[in-house]
């Protein structure tokens, strides 16, 4: 048998054996010399050659019978291992241990300081160590508190200081005295104007400010961003003018109520500072034309203009701004009562103006149909449209709102007194994702209108001042509003409704001078709206009680003696306190006896997704569009008057939970669950005041009269085409017509929009 190859260590060994015989001659010599300088002669055989015995140190030579090396030869230096070191050439010396904060990167500190609120958290950790100090002090000196006097002194003299420890004056970013404003004056913004970066100035409402004050802060801050100095009566054009030579990177300028600006320095303005996104000009009533065009030509990226109460203003600048602007996206024209339906008329046929959202319109006068339904035209994607007190709005042009769809989220038609019942049912049926809706002073509308805003599936304000024809079936539809079915799948897969359940998702209701409201109907809405924050019910005789004043908000001081009397304004706390009241008093019991639950009993309705299909041929019929909204685009509250009641202040709010906790402590009986039926027995409805001519009826269903405990169940409109949440399952499946489909669309209608919001 043929022995194997050598393997390559084996190779190496021989040639490593062959080079060490070649050279044995001059190891000989080597030896010879080093015995005779060293010492005693000393034997070198092949063990003393091994690597072990070949450190610095006089470790023993290893037995006889001990392996040495991988390859038996007469010298290993020549090996690849080299020479093995020994234990103290193989010490290692480690770095000094530290932190695990201390190694963390000054990017990483930054960013967990920047979380810290606290002031006074910042300073401690500023004055732990330098390094936390550089990475905090800018941190700290952002945005400097001056909300009293005493800190105000401190900010002030540190920023003058000779020799500071840091540039503070490069820090200051954002400077607001707004809650010093009463006493604010020269003297005290004079001491700021050595910070050189300052990018956010907020001055508003220091009517002792002047411009010797102003100017000199402007001229040192060339990198300003937004400027505030609304209500600061004494300031004149000249700050304008600076503004406009220093601030070239200026975007936003509230200079509202500053009646001593002057057109040509806003001209300049307009001129020098072509970055201005936001732009409030309120009460600017010196203000002409000529400024905003010259807005409209210089700025293109204006994201917002707010022009109220500029009465100066006329069609050209509305016109303008619309037509050049590249993204505007918010212009409000309160009491601009110059412009009439030519400012729309004139804009070109062929543009869109996509980004506009947010329009307002008030008191606008001169205004018809003929705008309004111009203005849905070019701008198709509006969220928020203001027409208050637009007196010469018709139905016409809330047919034409009509066409927003789902992008219509505010509206508000107060004093639109020309409006009636079917302006209403169209705007429902085809805006179905309105948050706010005002109809104040609409004295043309009924319970119809009220029964069909009811089934606004995300409804959460209304307003209905002087709807003087709006009675408890009204609250009772509201009441009954956004009732959601909740499905079960059996074990075939198909989906049975097991019970209901409410969600109600008001939270502001206006109905002061609704004389015809009474206490059943507005408990019932109390007990059934838990998110419910605002209620007002001036002028309402049923609630001109001494035993309801605790709960009321204090009479605004400049109101008469008889406003005082019929003022009856319930918020916040104060509309917990009222309902836990009125469910709680004796004298009040009779109006819970048809109240025992929130909602009368309901039959469940067991749907059958197979047998519907296959029975008759006859298919449910498609859903209509009930997909949920995004969050982003929450609706701008800004409780706008409606004629006929006093602005509510949104700071008494403060500390009130929006939310359906803030009914826990009420006492409401949870509802019964329904009662056991067979399942051919008619689904019957009750409704404790509706009269039968005004119940909405569809084919296929059958009206039930009262039950005996006359519980309300919501109304519903079946004539009226469109989704609806409100009304659910008041119809009778007759067996001689085939079944209707009319329940089982308000059950998917439900499912389309759980799912979808």
């Known amino acids: 048998m043929r022995p194997p190859a050598p393997s390559l260590d084996v190779i190496a060994a021989r040639n490593s054996a062959a080079a060490a015989a070649a050279a044995t001659a001059t190891a000989d010599s080597a030896a010879a010399v080093a015995s005779n300088t060293s010492g005693p002669n000393i034997n070198v055989t092949d063990d003393s050659r091994d690597s072990r015995s070949s450190s610095s140190t006089n470790s023993p030579v290893p037995a006889d019978n001990e392996e040495s090396d991988f390859f038996h030869v007469a010298n290993d230096s020549q090996s690849s291992l080299g020479v093995v070191p020994n234990l103290q050439d193989m010490q290692v010396t480690d770095p000094e241990c530290l932190p695990t904060v201390a190694a963390l990167p000054s990017e990483i500190l930054i960013s967990i300081f920047s979380r810290i609120t606290s002031p006074h958290e910042l300073l401690n950790c500023m004055l732990t160590c330098k390094r936390w100090a550089r990475n905090v002090v800018e941190i700290l000196w952002h945005r400097p508190t001056c909300t009293t006097w005493q800190k105000h002194k401190s900010i002030c003299a540190t920023l003058v200081l000779e020799r500071p420890y840091f540039t503070y004056t490069d820090f200051v970013k954002r400077l607001n005295l707004a809650a010093l404003a009463d006493k604010v004056n020269d003297g005290s913004v004079m001491p700021l104007a050595v910070c050189t970066r300052v990018e956010r100035l907020t001055l508003t409402n220091c009517q002792n400010l002047t411009d010797s004050g102003l100017i000199p802060l402007v001229r040192s801050n060339q990198h300003l961003l937004a400027l505030d100095i609304s209500g600061d009566i004494n300031i004149t054009e000249n700050s304008i003018f600076a503004i406009a030579e220093n601030c070239h990177r200026l975007q936003g300028l509230n200079v509202s109520n500053c009646k001593q600006i002057s057109t040509e320095s806003m001209v300049q303005l307009a001129e020098n500072c072509k970055y201005i996104k936001r732009l409030k000009l309120n009460d600017c009533e010196q203000l002409n034309d000529s400024a905003i065009v010259a807005f409209a030509n210089n700025c293109p990226n204006i994201l917002e203009i707010d022009l109220h109460q500029c009465s100066n203003i006329g069609n050209e600048p509305v016109t303008a701004l619309l037509a050049k602007g590249q993204s505007l996206r918010e212009l409000r024209l309160a009491n601009c009562d110059l412009i009439d339906d030519g400012?729309?008329?004139?804009?070109?046929?062929?543009?869109?103006?996509?980004?506009?959202?947010?329009?307002?319109?008030?008191?606008?006068?001169?205004?018809?149909?003929?705008?309004?339904?111009?203005?849905?035209?070019?701008?198709?994607?509006?969220?928020?449209?203001?027409?208050?007190?637009?007196?010469?709005?018709?139905?016409?042009?809330?047919?034409?709102?009509?066409r927003l769809g789902k992008?219509?989220?505010?509206?508000?038609?107060?004093?639109?007194?020309?409006?009636?019942?079917?302006?209403?049912?169209?705007?429902?049926?085809?805006?179905?994702?309105?948050?706010?809706?005002?109809?104040?002073?609409?004295?043309?509308?009924?319970?119809?209108?009220?029964?069909?805003?009811?089934?606004?599936?995300?409804?959460?304000?209304?307003?209905?001042?002087?709807?003087?024809?709006?009675?408890?079936?009204?609250?009772?539809?509201?009441?009954?509003?956004?009732?959601?079915?909740?499905?079960?799948?059996?074990?075939?897969?198909?989906?049975?409704?097991?019970?209901?359940?409410?969600?109600?998702?008001?939270?502001?209701?206006?109905?002061?001078?609704?004389?015809?409201?009474?206490?059943?109907?507005?408990?019932?809405?109390?007990?059934?709206?838990?998110?419910?924050?605002h209620l007002s019910l001036t002028g309402v005789p049923a609630f001109l009680r001494d035993d309801l004043e605790i709960f009321c908000r204090e009479a605004p001081p400049d109101f008469t003696d008889h406003q005082r009397a019929v003022f009856c304004?319930?918020?916040?706390?104060?509309?917990?306190?009222?309902?836990?009241?009125?469910?709680?008093?004796?004298?009040?019991?009779?109006?819970?006896?048809?109240?025992?639950?929130?909602?009368?009993?309901?039959?469940?309705?067991?749907?059958?997704?197979?047998?519907?299909?296959?029975?008759?041929?006859?298919?449910?019929?498609?859903?209509?569009?009930?997909?949920?909204?995004?969050?982003?685009?929450?609706?701008?509250?800004?409780?706008?008057?409606?004629?006929?009641?006093?602005?509510?202040?949104?700071?008494?709010?403060?500390?009130?939970?929006?939310?359906?906790?803030?009914?826990?402590?009420?006492?409401?009986?949870?509802?019964?669950?329904?009662?056991?039926?067979?399942?051919?027995?008619?689904?019957?409805?009750?409704?404790?005041?509706?009269?039968?001519?005004?119940?909405?009826?569809?084919?296929?269903?059958?009206?039930?009269?009262?039950?005996?405990?006359?519980?309300?169940?919501?109304?519903?409109?079946?004539?009226?085409?469109?989704?609806?949440?409100?009304?659910?399952?008041?119809?009778?499946?007759?067996?001689?017509?085939?079944?209707?489909?009319?329940?089982?669309?308000?059950?998917?209608?439900?499912?389309?929009?759980?799912?979808?919001?």
Do not use: W
């Open 569 to 757: 304004v319930f918020s916040g706390q104060g509309v917990m306190g009222l309902r836990n009241y009125l469910n709680t008093q004796p004298e009040f019991a009779e109006y819970h006896l048809h109240q025992s639950s929130l909602f009368a009993p309901r039959r469940p309705v067991h749907i059958n997704q197979d047998a519907t299909q296959g029975l008759h041929g006859i298919a449910p019929a498609p859903a209509p569009d009930m997909d949920g909204f995004d969050d982003v685009d929450g609706v701008e509250d800004d409780d706008m008057g409606d004629g006929s009641e006093i602005a509510l202040d949104p700071g008494s709010f403060g500390g009130i939970n929006d939310n359906a906790t803030n009914g826990i402590n009420m006492s409401i009986p949870p509802p019964p669950p329904p009662p056991p039926h067979p399942h051919n027995m008619p689904f019957q409805l009750a409704h404790p005041i509706l009269p039968q001519h005004l119940v909405p009826m569809t084919i296929g269903a059958t009206f039930t009269p009262l039950t005996q405990d006359g519980q309300n169940s919501g109304t519903s409109s079946g004539s009226t085409p469109g989704p609806s949440t409100a009304g659910q399952g008041q119809f009778t499946n007759q067996g001689s017509s085939g079944p209707s489909t009319a329940p089982m669309q308000g059950h998917l209608d439900e499912e389309e929009e759980g799912g979808q919001s």
């Open 407 to 533: 992008n219509l989220h505010y509206v508000h038609l107060g004093h639109c007194r020309h409006i009636t019942d079917d302006a209403v049912k169209r705007l429902v049926q085809c805006c179905n994702r309105i948050r706010y809706i005002d109809l104040g002073c609409c004295t043309h509308l009924t319970d119809e209108s009220v029964i069909q805003l009811a089934r606004l599936p995300k409804l959460k304000r209304i307003g209905l001042v002087k709807c003087s024809s709006i009675t408890d079936e009204s609250m009772y539809a509201l009441a009954g509003a956004n009732r959601h079915a909740q499905s079960r799948r059996n074990t075939t897969g198909n989906t049975s409704r097991r019970h209901e359940y409410h969600t109600g998702s008001l939270e502001r209701v206006h109905l002061s001078y609704c004389t015809n409201l009474t206490l059943p109907s507005i408990i019932k809405l109390l007990n059934c709206c838990p998110k419910l924050t």
């Open 343 to 402: 400012a729309f008329l004139s804009l070109p046929s062929n543009k869109i103006y996509e980004h506009l959202r947010i329009l307002d319109l008030t008191s606008c006068t001169r205004l018809t149909d003929r705008a309004v339904e111009r203005i849905i035209d070019v701008a198709p994607r509006l969220r928020n449209l203001v027409l208050a007190k637009c007196s010469n709005i018709t139905d016409s042009a809330v047919y034409a709102i009509s």
